[in-house]
């Protein structure tokens, strides 16, 4: 079965800008796929071009193995979600989806079938400018049904949802992606898809950092050695000498990503520092996150 979405060289410039530098990678039917970066890495640029509302400077981008603006009736085989803001204020959620079904030639009824979805059931007729941010994610995501697609991109979906909406999101796509169907979901927070995804891809100022399913980025990164000393910026100098980058976790405790335990004492005994703990921590995702990113843009 070819790949639901493949993405080849794309690369997207505005003016002396380079938004998306030269990508590449594909994304399989079933899976959920976390595209992952800072905000301004190029994540939206890149899902814009997947959707056809933004031209590649150069490469293409595939969905279902043609372009999207080839595809016949792409609205009832993708469903996306860029921004939750595109509403009329003084509409229901109700009519908004009503709305949307007619120009994409599904029944009215469909609105009620995706409320019932997402769980808007009892604010279908509230006017939409009483909605919480949650709720308006709610409601693009209902609109992004309406078709019954086989893919969803989605673009920050979790952006004002309380913990509750965020286990719930989870859920819901992962039901999705059970029944074959696929979903890219991006963030610039790791820890709110960690456990929706099957791989990611991260990205920073527009290029690629890492490909890989969840597992193996957790595993290919190193943990963090926590140092504490009464002197702790003499401790952190001779570790900048030796090109590592800790980090200040309190007033004499410091933070080393990349290094073992046994380095750090070494170099605080060539120092001539007294080490009083000396532990290593597994990274979180968010330090593997944070670490990924921060050493692209060093």
Known sequence: MPPVVVAESLTKRFGEVLAVDDLSFEIDSGTITGFLGPNGAGKTTTLRMLLGLAAPTKGHALVFDRAYGELEYPALRIGAVLEATDFHPGRSGRDHLRMLGQSVGVPDSRADEVLALVELRDASRRRVKG????????????????????????????????????????????????????????????????????????????????????????????????????????????????????????????????????????????????????????????????????????
Do not use: C
């Not at 949802?161 to 796509?173: A, H, N, S, T, Y």
């Not at 456990?195 to 990611?200: A, C, F, G, K, L």
């Not at 800790?246 to 120092?271: M, N, Q, W, Y």
């Open 131 to 298: 909605y919480s941010l949650g709720m308006r994610q709610r409601l693009g995501l209902a609109a992004a049904l309406l078709g019954d697609p086989e893919l969803l991109v989605l673009d920050e979906p979790a952006n004002g949802l309380d913990p509750e909406g965020v286990r719930w999101l989870r859920d819901f796509l992962r039901r999705f992606a059970s029944e074959g169907r696929t979903v890219l979901i991006s963030s610039h927070v790791l820890a709110e898809v960690a456990q929706t995804v099957d791989q990611v891809l991260i990205v920073s100022h527009g290029r690629f950092i890492v490909e890989s399913s969840l597992e193996e980025l957790t595993a290919r990164v190193s943990g963090v050695v926590r140092v504490r000393s009464g002197d702790s910026p003499r401790l952190a100098a001779a570790l900048i000498a030796e090109s590592l980058k800790p980090t200040k976790s309190d007033e004499h405790t410091l933070l080393v990503p990349g290094a073992t335990s046994a380095r750090v004492g070494d170099i605080a005994f060539a120092a001539g520092v007294a080490v009083h703990e000396l532990a290593t921590e597994g990274s979180s995702l968010e330090e593997i996150f944070l670490q990924l990113t921060s050493d692209e843009q060093s």
